[in-house]
């Protein structure tokens, strides 16, 4: 029975039970943690597509042969969508 208790508790089943109770808590608390994963995957694609195109920028200054100047279209459209869309 005490080994029942204690798995019971490290499965906070308690906690479990009471937001089933309360609706509302359970649906602020999705609420809140949507919000905080959807600013997270922004956040973290704009460090990714900042570093891409750095690299890319800096891959293009290298000058090589087939792939610099594939790298460098990429670079002037990206610029110049920042020029035409300034946020």
């Avoid at 995957?41 to 920028?57: E, P």
Wanted: proline share 3%.
């Amino acid at each position: 029975m005490e080994r029942l208790s204690i798995d019971m508790e490290k499965a906070q089943l308690k906690e479990y039970v009471n937001l089933m109770h309360r609706p509302w808590q359970l649906i602020w608390k999705n609420l809140i943690s949507g919000l905080a994963r959807g600013v997270g995957i922004a956040i973290g694609f704009t460090f990714f597509a900042a570093t891409i195109v750095y690299l890319l920028k800096f891959l293009g200054a290298l000058n090589l042969p087939i792939v610099g100047d594939y790298i460098a279209d990429i670079v002037r459209i990206v610029q110049r969508q920042l020029e035409i869309n300034p946020y």
